[in-house]
Structure formats: C-alpha cells, structure tokens
C-alpha cells in the first residue's frame, strides 16, 4: 500500500486595504516589508483605492469582504488620517478568529457589530516593527505591514504588546436607519465604485416590511429631491439610463441608472439623508 503523503500546509494570508492609491510605491513597499519577514505569505489586495481619508469606506469593504475569509486570516488596512498622532496602532482578534492590523479609529466599527471582538492589544513592541527611527507619516510601511507577517506566520499575537480593553476602540459614530408609521429614514453613505450606485445603511430586510412587492413604484426622497422608482431585481428589468430600486449584494438598498451612474444623473453626493414611504394599501 502507497504511503499516504501529508497535505501541505495553507500558505499564510494577509489581505491588504489602503487608501494609497497605486501610482506610486507605496504599497509595494509595504509588500516588500511583509515578504521580507515571511517569504511563503500570499498578499491579496481587497482595494487600495478606498476613498482616501474615508475611514467609512475602510469599515464597509472590511465589512463587506471579511466572511469569505477563513479564520486565521489576517486583515492590514491602513486608512489612517490621523497617522503620527496620538491614535493607538492596534491589533483586533474577531470572534470568528480573524485578525485586524490597523490604526484604532473606527475600522472595526461594522465588523465589530456583526462578528464580535474576542480581543484587542495596542501594538508597542519594537521588535516587531522596521527601522531605527520609525517615520512619523509611514506607519503602514513600519509598523502596520511588519506586524501583519508577524501574525501571518503564526507568531504569538499577544506578544505585539498590551491588552486593551475591548469596548474601549474607536467607534465611527453611525446614525442607524429608523422604522416608523410614515416610513423608513437612513442615510445614503456611498456610491459603488466607478458605476455611481448609491450605497445606503437600509437593510433589505427592513425595506421589506414597507410591504413593497419587485414590480412596484416606491416613492423616495435623496436628501431634498423627491421621486418614484421601481422596485426591481436587477438593472436590465427597467430600461437604459432609467432609475431603479434594488436590494444589493451585501443585502442593502441601492439606487442605480441601468448602464448609467445615478450619483451623476441626479447629483447626488453622500453623505445624504434618505427616506422610503410605506407602500400604499
């Protein structure tokens, strides 16, 4: 009987996430860091055109992308306007046992809401970070990306510094859609990528309960303008370059142009307030 032969291990992944953009070196840089300390590591880029500065962004994609991970993953997002400031460098650890490597200053916010936080540290130990003198405007390059191959490739997390009280991270202050007798109130927090969508905090679940069947005409108001959009499945069930209402694939209510960019043809800019009637009876 043929010798069974082990299976090989998995190769330690971190998923990378920034606001650098990527006409210049920076994230190759913070590659060269982590492959430098764990050569076997494999680096996938979730974005590194998150809009820059927009903390929010960082949380949603983070959100949006962290349960088609396995546990073990680790997460380095380096979305930081406050680099080189007092805001702490930290190291999260969700209930699904994945890892988070990144300024404390609300990333976590959505993912923390949804999954839970077993535990967190403040990142302090030299050690794991690069350079003699640590600049005070690269951290992803010194401290965030280090200490992501460090965890990667299976060192002990709680050696990256001291615990830190779990309810004690920076939250984003959110407003949170609202359900009453005349309709559902939210907020319209972002357009989806080049295509102009309008990403809302409505769950469909909640929309649901407005009574409004695929089909219908729901009556909307984006901030001051008020108008009726159907209510449909996909793009192409209303015609090129007319509006739709549809639950998107995170499970949110979004407003899009069939082939077209809704945020252009109605000059819509978020943050903005939204608000869906009931369906009448």
Known sequence: MAAQTAAPAPRPTVVFMTDFGVVDDSVALCKGVMYS??????????????????????????????????????????????????????????????????????????????????AAREITNRDWMIGSALSSTFHGRDIFSPVAAHLARGEDWTGVGPELARNKLVRLDLVASRLDERGLSGEVIATDGPYGNLVTNV???????????????????????????????????????????????????????????????????????????????
């Open 203 to 281: 769950s469909g679940e909640d929309f649901l309960k407005l009574g409004y069947r695929q089909g219908q005409s729901v009556h909307v108001t984006v901030g001051e303008m008020e108008m009726d959009i159907p209510f449909v499945r996909t793009f192409s069930d209303v015609a090129l370059n007319k509006p739709l209402l549809y639950i998107d694939s995170r499970g949110h209510v979004g407003l899009a142009v069939n082939q077209g960019s809704f945020a252009a043809a109605y000059s819509v800019k978020p943050p903005l307030p939204i608000f869906f009637s009931r369906a009448r009876k």
């Open 37 to 118: 300390i764990a050569p076997e590591l494999r680096i996938v880029d979730l974005t590194h055109q998150v809009t820059p500065f927009s903390i929010l962004d960082g949380a949603r994609f983070l959100y949006g992308a962290t349960p088609y991970f396995p546990a073990g993953t680790v997460f380095v997002v380096v979305i930081d306007p406050g680099v080189g400031s007092t805001r702490k460098a930290v190291v999260a650890k969700s209930k699904r046992g994945q890892y988070f490597v990144l300024p404390d200053n609300g990333l976590m916010t959505l993912v923390e809401d949804r999954d839970g936080i077993e």
